[in-house]
C-alpha cells in the first residue's frame, strides 16, 4: 500500500460515460442512504476519549458525560427511524442503512426491522469517527469490528462501506484486503459509480453527496423548513433526470435518524419520495444492487465475497 495514497482523478469520465443503462430503461437510479450513528458517537459515557460535541448547535462539554448530547442522539432511534421507516415503507422504497457497528450493537431492532423490510445494511465504521489519523492496526480492527457487530445484528456482513468524512489513505486498500466488500462511497466526486482496481482486484465506487442531505438542517447549512429539503432535492432529480435521457446518472439522497427525523422535517422526505414517484422511469435502489449492475454492466465477473485474510483483525 502506498503511503502518499491514491492518485487524484480530475477527469473522470469526461462524458464519455458507459453506455449501461438501469434496468427496465430507468433514466435515474435514486438511492436513499439512512444512517444510523446513534450510540456510536464520541461519549465519555461509552469510554471514549472525548464528547461529540455537534449537534443543532456546537457545543462541547469536556471532563464529564454530556447528557444532554446523548440524549439529543437517542431521539434518533426512539422517534427518528420509526417515522423514517414508515416513509419507505408506505412507497415500497428500498434504502440502505450506514450503519456504524457500535450503534447497532446497541440498536439491534433497527437492523432486524431494516431487513425485514428489504433494506441493505452497510459499514458506517465502528466509532461515528474519520479515519484519516488511524494507524494500520488501528483501522484494521476497526473495519473488523464493524463486521462482526452488523453480521451480528443484520444476520450478514455488510458489503458496503462509508467512512465519516475523512478517510485515511489506506482505507480504500484495507477494504478490498478484507475482502468482504463491493463498494465503498467514500467519494463525492461524481454523478454515477465508478471502478478502480486495486491488488488486482475490481472496486466499486459510488460517489455520495452531502447536497442532496439532511445535515444540511445543521450548522447553517441553508436547510429550516421541510420544503427547503424537499425543493433542493427535487431540484437535484429533476436535472439528473433530463441528463439520464442520454446517459446514466445516479442520484444520493443522505439521510439521518435524529434529523429527517424530526416531526417538522420528515414531511420534506416524504415530499421529495413522492416528487421522484410521480416520474416513469426511475429506479429507487439499495447501493450493493446498484453496485453489481454496475459491475455487470461493464462485463466484469459476478463478485463474490473472498474470505477474510488470515490476522486481518487486529
Known amino acids: 500500500m502506498s503511503t502518499l495514497g491514491p492518485e487524484r482523478d480530475f477527469a473522470g469520465y469526461r462524458g464519455r460515460e458507459p453506455a449501461i443503462r438501469w434496468p427496465n430503461g430507468a433514466r435515474l437510479a435514486v438511492s436513499v442512504v439512512v444512517n444510523v450513528e446513534e450510540g456510536a458517537e464520541l461519549s465519555i459515557g461509552a469510554g471514549d476519549e472525548r464528547n461529540e460535541s455537534i449537534y443543532e448547535a456546537v457545543e462541547a462539554t469536556e471532563g464529564a458525560r454530556d447528557l444532554c448530547m446523548e440524549s439529543h442522539f437517542e431521539y434518533g432511534t426512539r422517534a427518528g427511524w420509526p417515522r423514517i421507516r414508515k416513509a419507505l415503507a408506505d412507497r415500497a422504497i428500498p434504502a ?3 450503519a456504524n457497528g457500535r450503534a447497532l450493537a446497541l440498536s439491534p431492532w433497527i437492523a432486524t426491522e431494516a431487513v425485514a423490510d428489504g433494506h441493505e445494511v452497510a459499514a458506517h465504521g465502528w466509532r461515528w469517527e474519520r479515519h484519516v489519523h488511524m494507524d494500520e492496526a488501528e483501522e484494521r480492527g476497526a473495519i ?51 471502478v478502480v482496481t486495486i491488488a488486482g482486484h475490481d472496486h466499486v465506487v459510488l460517489p455520495y453527496a452531502f447536497d442532496t442531505n439532511d445535515m444540511r438542517y445543521f450548522n447553517r447549512g441553508g436547510f429550516t423548513f421541510a420544503e427547503d429539503f424537499a425543493r ?38 416524504e415530499m421529495f419520495l413522492d416528487h421522484a414517484l410521480g416520474h416513469p422511469g426511475v429506479w429507487f435502489a439499495r447501493r450493493d444492487t446498484i453496485a453489481h449492475h454496475w459491475r455487470a454492466g461493464l462485463g466484469l465477473p459476478v463478485w463474490q465475497a473472498r474470505s477474510t485474510p488470515k490476522g486481518f483483525a487486529a
Open 232 to 269: 433542493y432535492c427535487s431540484a437535484a432529480f429533476d436535472r439528473l433526470y433530463e441528463e439520464g435521457a442520454t446517459r446514466p446518472r445516479m442520484l444520493s439522497i443522505g439521510l439521518h435518524l435524529r434529523i429527517i427525523g424530526r416531526p417538522a422535517r420528515i414531511a420534506g422526505l
Open 96 to 98: 440502505t442503512l450506514n
Open 144 to 194: 473488523a469490528r464493524s463486521v462482526d457487530a452488523i453480521a451480528a445484528a443484520a444476520g450478514t456482513p455488510p458489503v458496503g462501506w462509508h467512512t465519516r468524512s475523512a478517510t485515511s489513505v489506506r482505507t480504500r486498500d484495507l477494504l478490498v484486503a478484507h475482502g468482504g466488500f463491493l463498494y465503498d462511497s467514500n467519494a463525492y466526486n461524481d454523478d454515477v459509480p465508478y
